[in-house]
């Protein structure tokens, strides 16, 4: 949660960076581009129409001047005029055709005509001639100015035009030269800047509303045109509306531009919002892709039920330890297994035995360093490894306040548990710098705290190495034996009633004669054969031989050694009953050899299992009783029908004080449980007679016999 929080923080900063940013700049810039493009050009088209405005009324004023000349040529150059001016004129005629004419023409407001000396011979004001012919002061002195009074020699120049001022009104002027057989006279017209002259100039020059003012153009246009005499007295004003193309344009174009402003900008809120959701989307599965490689990492190199280093990562660790061991002192690898950890399972169930191996897991992880590496290899197997372990004391403290700490009651779901652990040890570099040569000899180390009857630690040893040798070289050699039952035999121990006169039993025992190392002693094979599951088809072809045995010989019963591993496997009671049957023998004349520990490992299934070999017909003896955890408590919960005094007890009446009266007090338990009573180990008479004066039913030992092949048996039944 936090981290999504963070995630978003952080995302939400880098997406503004990196795409809202830019993004925005592009966008202004772009609309910047346009506005400044709009206006700019609307500028350009403005000031370009205005120059041309210009241009055209400046064309304007000199073509309606032009025009005006134009209008007088028709009177100066026409020959009527020029006779009548040669003779004393006719003044009716000339008010007519002269001032009249031009009036009702061409609306000349003001004509005059001038003789060859420059006086006034006739004055028309709108087609009226006037009677005194007099002119206001200002008309007066340009009619005595240049412009009027020059006489041109080239014939083009008899005639001229130009805007003038008379007092305060401004006006166009044209003189033309009449030629004449009186002179040289000229004809003066003069036509007012008034707002008939504007109409016509507007419609000419197609410039709206023109105005003219005298001093200045009026403050509220930009258009305007200076209107100058060709002598160059600025005369006047004339302004306009101007055309303003580039504001219609700005007025047509910004309502589109606005509008593809608004939907680009749209545009780019629904990209922006897409790109946000799709980032955001890739990087949130990207960081899930992330968190579940870390996952998959650490579940490659843990053990999912305690968290703890898998084998694949402790291996690491020890290889980098061992790597270290190099150059410093010792390293240490301790490998754990529990004791008796399966039983926990199968009586408990499989959620018990877990939340066990969690407990355990944190025990130890509490007692080492945090440099120290607790792992799980599987199964209830540990591992620790000290890539710093000081003295060897302190690992073997270590060692023994493990076994101590682990051997603590565990409360799980309300029952109380126990279990032990067994613990291997191995030093490097003294054991060696290879991690595998390393766990081997851990395992060795392990192997036999487990078989010194566990609950304890071992160091590795070198003898325990070649003891593991050959035990495996044993192993397969035995394997060997048993795919044609080569070397093995089945000899016999009688078991004598307890004057020592006759036979009652024989106990079968298995002989094995190696084909090198020769006759191999049942202490040592038994074990491997357990071990490797041997023992399995071993039992069965004892049990079959003695089965014969017990057929052959109907006057004695027939014991046969039940292994604690074959005794555990399922099925166990149904395969002896079978395997009897098959032989043809009586179950009721065969007798089962346990040992206390069948009882101990599981006391339901062990219970189960006796009671039924028992209603089939076998009879069940308590071997080695005296050993162990043999207390009489099992007794009374175990339906037995005999028990066999363990030859250390045997062999102790005489030597160790109570003795005699242990042996003594243990018969007549088993007396009083209905059980019968052998002793094992009988080598002498004065053991013979305690055990005879103790209430003993029977006698097995080499006072007797040893075990010897059937042969000899037949001879002594
Ligand atoms: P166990 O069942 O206690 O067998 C008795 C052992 O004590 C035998 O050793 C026997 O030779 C020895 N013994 C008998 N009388 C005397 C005596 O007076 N003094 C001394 N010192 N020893 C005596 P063995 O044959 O070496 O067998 C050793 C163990 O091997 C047996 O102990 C039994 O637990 C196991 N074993 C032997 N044969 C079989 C078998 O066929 N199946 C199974 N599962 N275990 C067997
Ligand atoms: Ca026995
Ligand atoms: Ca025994």
Redesign the pocket.
């Known amino acids: 949660m936090i981290n999504s929080i963070k995630l978003s923080a952080g995302f939400r900063r880098t997406f503004v960076r990196e795409v809202i940013l830019p993004l925005l700049a592009i966008l202004l810039l772009t609309f910047a581009g346009a506005g400044v493009g709009l206006y700019w050009g609307s500028a350009v088209t403005n000031s370009g129409a205005r120059e041309q405005q210009q241009r055209m009324i400046e064309a304007s004023f000199t073509q309606s001047l032009n025009e005006h000349l134009r209008q007088l040529r028709s009177l100066t150059r026409w020959t009527p005029l020029a006779e009548q001016l040669s003779a004393t004129p006719d003044r009716e005629w000339l008010d007519r055709n002269t001032g009249g004419w031009l009036y009702e023409m061409f609306r000349h407001p003001l004509v005059v005509l001038l003789d060859d000396s420059d006086r006034r011979v006739a004055v028309w004001r709108n087609g009226q001639s006037v009677a005194d012919r007099h002119v206001d002061p200002a008309l007066e002195r340009l009619l005595q100015g240049p412009l009027v009074r020059r006489r041109a020699e080239a014939a083009d120049a008899r005639e001229r035009a130009d805007f003038v001022r008379i007092g305060q009104r401004v006006a166009a002027l044209a003189v033309g030269e009449i030629a004449s057989a009186a002179g040289r006279w000229r004809l003066v017209s003069i036509t007012f800047l008034d707002d008939g002259y504007l109409r016509s100039l507007s419609e000419r020059s197609q410039l709206r509303q023109l105005l003219f003012s005298a001093d200045a153009p009026p403050s509220d246009r930009q258009s305007w045109y200076a209107l100058t005499s060709r002598q160059g007295d600025r005369l006047g004003y004339v302004s306009w509306d101007a055309d303003k193309p580039g504001g219609q344009m700005l007025h047509t174009l910004g309502p589109f531009t606005l509008l593809s402003v608004a939907l680009i900008t749209l545009l780019c809120l629904f990209m922006v919002r897409r790109i946000w959701t799709s980032s955001l989307s890739l990087s949130q599965s990207l960081l899930k892709l992330e968190a579940s490689e870390a996952q998959a990492q650490h579940l490659a190199f843990h053990d999912v039920l305690t968290g703890l280093p898998n084998r694949a990562l402790v291996d690491d660790r020890l290889t980098q330890a061992l790597a270290a061991a190099v150059r410093h002192d010792q390293r240490v690898a301790l490998l754990l297994d529990l004791d008796r950890f399966k039983n926990i399972n199968d009586t408990y169930g499989h959620h018990a035995g877990d939340a066990l191996i969690i407990e355990v897991a944190r025990r130890l992880s509490e007692m080492v360093r945090a440099s120290d590496t607790v792992g799980r290899l599987g199964g209830d197997e540990f591992i620790i490894v000290l890539p710093d372990a000081g003295t060897l004391d302190a690992v073997q403290a270590l060692a023994k306040r493990i076994i101590s700490r682990l051997s603590e009651p565990y409360l799980l779901a309300e029952n109380e548990l126990w279990v032990g652990v067994s613990i291997g040890l191995t030093l490097a570099p003294a054991d060696g710098l290879d991690r595998q040569e390393l766990m081997r000899k851990a395992d060795i180390a392990l192997y036999e705290a487990k078989n010194n009857g566990r609950g304890q630690y071992r160091q590795f040893e070198q003898a325990m190495d070649e003891s593991l040798r050959s035990r495996q070289q044993m192993a397969a050699d035995l394997r060997q034996a048993l795919v044609n039952f080569a070397g093995l035999a089945v000899w016999y121990q009688p078991l004598m009633e307890i004057s020592g006169q006759r036979v009652v039993g024989l106990?079968a025992l298995l002989r094995w004669q190696h084909p090198v190392r020769g006759s191999v002693s049942p202490a040592d094979f038994i074990a491997i054969a357990e071990e490797t599951g041997l023992i399995i088809p071993l039992g069965e072809w004892v049990l079959r031989e003695a089965c014969r045995t017990a057929i052959a010989l109907p006057q004695v019963i027939v014991?046969v050694?039940v292994s604690p591993v074959q005794f555990r496997t399922a099925g166990v009671v149904d395969r002896i009953i079978e395997i009897v049957q098959q032989e043809g023998a009586d179950p009721q004349r065969m007798e089962l050899?346990i040992t206390e520990g069948v009882l101990i490992e599981d006391e339901h299934a062990a219970r189960d299992s006796i009671v039924a070999l028992r209603a089939a017909g076998f009879r069940i003896a308590l071997?080695d009783f005296g050993t162990g955890y043999s207390s009489l408590n099992y007794l009374s919960s175990f339906p037995v029908d005999k028990i066999?005094i363990d030859r250390s007890f045997t062999q102790s009446l005489g030597v160790a004080q109570n003795s005699a009266a242990i042996v003594e007090s243990v018969v007549r338990l088993g007396h009083a449980m209905g059980l019968t009573v052998t002793a094992e180990g009988v080598e002498t008479e004065c053991q013979k007679n305690a055990l005879a004066d103790a209430g003993c039913n029977q006698l097995q030992g080499y006072l007797f016999s040893q075990a010897v092949p059937l042969s000899e048996i037949l001879k002594m039944v």
């Open positions: 106990e014991a050694n050899e071997d066999k």
